[in-house]
């Protein structure tokens, strides 16, 4: 369970990473005019609600397993 965890825990980092990064091209694009793209995965429609939604769709379960593991371990 701990690599289950550990798994959903990255995905869940990444896909944070992915959309913070989105937003942080185009906040630079608006007060410094660059001209910067977001060639990885620019032409996906709906992106940012996709990688808002897979946030909680791999981060909660992975709270519920550690919160499972945590009150059968007696902690």
């Given at each position: 369970?701990?690599h289950?965890?550990k798994?959903?825990?990255?995905?869940?980092?990444?896909?944070v990473?992915?959309?913070?990064?989105?937003?942080?091209?185009a906040?630079?694009?608006?007060?410094?005019?660059?001209?910067?793209?977001?060639?990885?995965?620019?032409?996906?429609p709906?992106?940012?609600?996709?990688?808002?939604?897979?946030?909680?769709?791999?981060?909660?379960?992975?709270?519920?397993?550690?919160?499972?593991?945590?009150?059968?371990?007696?902690?």
């Amino acid at each position: 369970m701990t690599h289950l965890t550990k798994v959903l825990d990255t995905l869940t980092g990444i896909c944070v990473v992915l959309l913070f990064s989105k937003y942080f091209v185009a906040y630079a694009n608006m007060v410094f005019d660059w001209n910067l793209r977001w060639y990885l995965l620019e032409n996906i429609p709906h992106l940012p609600i996709i990688l808002f939604i897979l946030m909680f769709i791999f981060g909660v379960p992975s709270e519920m397993i550690k919160d499972r593991q945590r009150k059968n371990n007696g902690v």
